[in-house]
């Protein structure tokens, strides 16, 4: 008969926001993860699921009702909470925070210091990384990047190979997309379309 769990829940916490996180071990082989691994902390298991590659390593901390699955990784001082959700093979790392009711996904990647939350949604090949921030509504997707202080919010798209870098803001409905490049200061926002 074949073993479900692929993890257990050790004795070593710690407290995170009142909330105590359980460091978490491998008990059989998957993906790159050896029986025996110690891996990053979860809330409860309802945080990593058991199917999949999916796994949480370092000091990586999932909480709340936030849930890592599929073949996503989570590692270094990276924090998935609320409702969040990271799956399919998107990686969420250094110290990016994902929360609210965002979603990484495909083979996205948030990190360095972001921060993405609200409804806001990272899939495809997209890049959010530096002290970048994306929440609200917005999408980021296709080979899209977003990264340095630039924010993205309201219902903004950003897709295809654009990037948003500096310390641009896109805000409002606007959609950023084709090769457009946004950068330093600028700011688009309303209906705005810009592409190259």
């Known amino acids: 008969m074949k073993m479900k769990n692929k993890y257990i829940l050790t ?37 990593l699921s058991h199917d999949g590659k999916a796994w949480v390593s370092d000091a990586a ?14 590692y270094d001082n990276a924090w998935i909470f609320d409702n969040a959700k990271v799956f399919g093979n998107a990686e969420v790392y250094d110290d990016a925070k994902v929360s609210g009711n965002a979603r990484i996904f495909d083979n996205a990647e948030v990190y360095c210091g972001t921060e993405v939350y609200g409804n806001a949604k990272v899939s495809d ?55 457009a490049k946004v950068s330093d200061n600028d700011e688009i926002s309303g209906n705005d379309e810009i592409s190259e």
Not at 19 to 34: C, M, P, Q, T
Not at 61 to 74: C, L, M
């Open 61 to 74: 901390r999932v909480s709340g009702n936030a849930k890592v699955y599929d073949n996503a990784k989570v």
């Open 125 to 179: 090949n997209a890049r959010i990384f530096g002290n970048a921030e994306v929440f609200d509504n917005v999408k980021v997707f296709n080979y899209a990047k977003v990264c340095d202080n630039a924010k993205v919010c309201d219902n903004a798209r950003v897709c295809d190979n654009a990037e948003i870098y500096g310390n641009a803001e896109i805000s409002g409905n606007a959609e950023v997309y084709g090769d």
């Open 11 to 47: 004795d070593e916490t710690i407290e995170v926001e009142e909330k105590v996180l359980y460091r978490i071990k491998a008990i059989k082989d998957f993906g790159n993860v050896k029986e025996g691994e110690i891996g990053g902390f979860v809330e409860s298991e309802k945080n």
